[in-house]
């Protein structure tokens, strides 16, 4: 069954409003995407009726990670490699530790990078070191991929179930608190982290895959 995001982008014009992100900014990123030569080629086959685990920044040491069938949101990489386990997939827009990011994409991880209008110097910078085997932007582009989401984790989720997955497992969320793996302490983190909230509901009440 289709996971369908046309919902998301009554989300999206909220987000933009109360970030004051600009739909122009995020324009020039997708074109500016489209001068990596990158291949956008589908990944639907990595994904689809796979039972998946997605592990956010919230990950505590107490905390049990398998070491298959793993989706990464950015921070919670660098407690996956104190674990000595190299996740399949890692989903970031690069603001989290780029030098676990780039040493994963070189011992066996799949790294989806999400370019955005705040980040599109550190994807063109990064892009040859980390090599991705995805590039997200926020709107749909002939040049990458689209599946809806704000922060990593709630991206991930959007992206696992829009391209068919029969499960998925939450580790490591917490709306309440950042997590000691989400990088550097910013008022707007809390923010951020009620919209994952927001969206991460919105998806479980249109689909029942998903597993806290």
Known sequence: MTFEIGWWWRYQDKINEQFSFSKVREDVASRLVSRLN???TSIKPSFENRNLVIVGAAITESSIIPSKNLVVADGALRACLEREIVPEWIISDLDGYLPDIIWSSHNGSNVIVHAHGD???RVSQYYNQINPTCITTTYPSPHTS???GFTDGDRSV????SLGCKSI???GYNFENIGSFSGEYSPRKLEKLKWAERIINECKSRSSLIMC
């Open 38 to 40: 990158f291949t956008n």
């Open 119 to 121: 980040n599109i110097s």
């Open 146 to 148: 689209c599946w809806g």
């Open 158 to 161: 959007m992206m696992c179930l």
């Open 169 to 171: 497992k939450l580790l």
